[in-house]
């Protein structure tokens, strides 16, 4: 409706308006118009309200009335909640894993790929190919596949007399997803650094071959540097992904067995949408923000001293 | 070592790895043409013996078809890729070409917002549409994918990268500002705008958490909800109707991927979202 508003108004203004000048002010604001008001009714008005409710002590029971402002009550408890430290944990150990491996996988496939190799194009689409597909198809084929007794990884695995419980087990359900997540997030790094690797200094490569540099210095004096800020860029929103995902976690182990895959971000949910302490939980996803945050900062600013010392 | 060698030479246990990386997609589909009892044979049969085309048949026009949801989710994908497109490509177009009172704090406050996770957002989103009766609706998926602030900052990213002169030269001549957006700036972002497009259908197509938290009866199921269908109450999968519906829905994303290859994988890349 917005839309309609803005090309009605535009020949009026036409007729007013001397050739050179400048347009005026409102113009440009209807045109944003449209994509603001969305902005403001879903996104900012929400962020104003998890920020209010994450000082109310509310549950969906109450209706709307029974809001009460608690202080920071919601604060002071999740200090004390075994729950979410336990979450705590958990998620850093899901991202502190999941996030390098990927990265580091990531970096050698992007640097082998990046060979003439044959059916080179068809190769990237192929490890790229599980970034795109939904999370649940993915999450119930892996499920059947880790199944423990008769999915397929374990009758590989027999070869080797390792027979992981996986998701049935406390032990093995968080390995299984970070599995999962190296898997689906691989080929995407190996995509980022590719397209980084073709924008690698040629002629420094040139040089380090006439000095008689071998691979690894090469790849540590020309490659590794050239390619940091995309390897910070890659952390950064691997960081952020994985610690905020609770889609494949509801779909797959519900946070068990017992709570060994309650991450920070199902932790949420579960407060949210299961118990619907809606309060309590609007002050985990404030804390969890703030933290995911902090720890994004962190990896950005050590890349940047880093470079600085180059 | 010549040429062609060292290219085999890597080429070969690079396809070994590939191989292993479509392993899980090879059994989805060879599961989903298998009988249940078949799925987990020891040792695995990749070859369905025989073929139980049924799979498809159940999940597509049977009694638990899933095209009901299919229709759904193309429904909402149509809307969010066009209300995106739209709305993006005029703010972003503004931010970047036009000027006016307190348009670069507004962008701040933008580039501030995106940073705000979806999920956190969830828990204000779920009450309000309870109040306003969009809560189950297929709207509580659509509106707020309508109008993001990620859509914009691309394309302001891109309206900036062209040259102001343009637009100087078609207000001379007395061009409004409608037309010098419609007619000059927008044909030359065609490639953003199927880039954005591309982004915004793949973002919809695979949503799992905003149906999860904002639909909750079956008969608004998008197809991601729906793929859970074939979970019985104690948690136990049918494998061969599980697995066909879910090579049903990897099918549009898989199209648009092998159909516009290039282009799909550069917005992928220069965006860095999924």
């Not at chain 1, 118009?33 to 996104?43: D, E, H, M, Q, R």
């Not at chain 1, 968080?174 to 073709?198: D, E, H, K, N, T």
């Not at chain 1, 040629?202 to 790849?219: P, S």
């Not at chain 2, 419609?182 to 958490?209: C, H, K, M, Q």
Request: aromatic share 14%.
């Amino acid at each position: 409706m917005t839309t309609t508003a803005t090309v009605a108004a535009a020949p009026a203004v036409r007729a007013e308006k001397a050739p050179g000048i400048k347009p005026r002010g409102w113009i440009g604001f209807l045109f944003i118009a449209p994509n603001l008001l969305g902005v403001l009714a879903f996104t900012l008005i929400p962020l104003v309200s998890v920020i209010v409710l994450a000082f109310t002590d509310w549950n969906l029971v109450s209706g709307l009335g029974g809001i009460t402002f608690n202080g920071l009550d919601n604060f002071a408890a999740i200090a004390r909640d075994p729950g979410f430290w336990s979450a705590v944990g958990l998620t850093l150990v899901y991202v502190g894993v999941s996030v390098p491996l990927t990265v580091i996988l990531g970096l050698a496939l992007g640097i082998a790929l990046n060979r003439p190799l044959p059916g080179r194009a068809v190769l990237r689409a192929i490890f790229f190919l599980p970034y795109i597909v939904n999370v649940v198809a993915v999450g119930m084929t892996w499920l059947m596949l880790m199944n423990p007794k008769a999915g397929l990884v374990n009758q590989v695995l027999d070869v080797f007399g390792i027979q992981p419980g996986w998701f049935a087990s406390s032990h093995w359900a968080l390995p299984a997803l970070i599995v999962m997540a190296v898997w689906g997030g691989v080929g995407y790094c190996s995509l980022i650094y590719l397209s980084a690797l073709q924008d690698a200094p040629r002629q420094l490569y040139e040089a380090a071959d006439i000095d008689g540099a071998g691979v690894w210095a090469k790849f540590r004096t020309i490659t590794w540097p050239s390619l940091l800020p995309t390897t910070v860029f890659l952390m950064v929103t691997l960081i952020i992904g994985a610690s905020q995902g609770f889609g494949l976690i509801a779909l797959i182990t519900a946070g068990g067995p017992g709570d060994a895959t309650t991450t920070i971000s199902y932790y949420m949910y579960q407060t949210g949408f299961q118990f619907y302490r809606f309060g309590y939980a609007s002050a985990i996803g404030l804390v969890t923000f703030v933290g995911v945050l902090a720890l994004t900062l962190l990896t950005w600013r050590a890349q940047r001293g880093r470079a600085l010392n180059d | 070592m010549t040429d062609k060698a060292a290219k085999w030479y890597w080429g070969i246990p690079l396809w070994i790895l590939a191989i292993a990386f479509l392993a899980p997609f090879a059994w989805m589909l060879s599961t989903a043409l298998k009988a249940d009892v078949d799925a987990y044979k020891i040792p695995m049969q990749w070859i369905p013996d025989p073929f139980q085309w049924d799979n498809f048949k159940t999940v597509l026009v049977g009694e638990t078809s899933v095209l009901a949801s299919f229709g759904r989710s193309v429904f909402v994908a149509a809307l969010r890729v066009a209300g995106e497109l739209l709305t993006a490509t005029m703010a972003g177009y503004a931010f970047a070409r036009m000027t006016f009172k307190g348009r670069d704090k507004l962008f701040l406050l933008y580039l501030a917002t995106a940073i705000i996770p979806a999920q956190l957002l969830l828990v204000p989103r779920f009450i309000y549409f309870q109040k306003l009766g969009l809560y189950d609706t297929l709207w509580a998926l659509i509106l707020p994918g309508m109008f993001t602030v990620l859509g914009t900052f691309l394309m302001r990213q891109f309206f900036v990268s062209q040259p102001a002169e343009f637009a100087e030269a078609a207000r001379m001549d007395g061009a409004n500002e409608w037309q010098i957006f419609s007619r000059i700036y927008l044909p030359l972002a065609t490639p953003v705008l199927s880039a954005l497009g591309i982004l915004a259908f793949v973002w919809s197509w695979n949503d799992y958490e905003t149906p999860l938290v904002l639909i909750s009866s079956p008969d608004n199921y998008t197809l991601p909800l729906s793929l859970t269908n074939f979970v019985d109450e104690q948690g136990q999968i049918a494998p061969g109707l599980t697995m066909a519906a879910s090579v049903v829905s990897i099918v549009p994303v898989l199209l648009v991927f092998v159909l516009l290859q290039r282009r799909f994988i550069a917005a992928m890349t220069h965006t860095g979202i999924k």
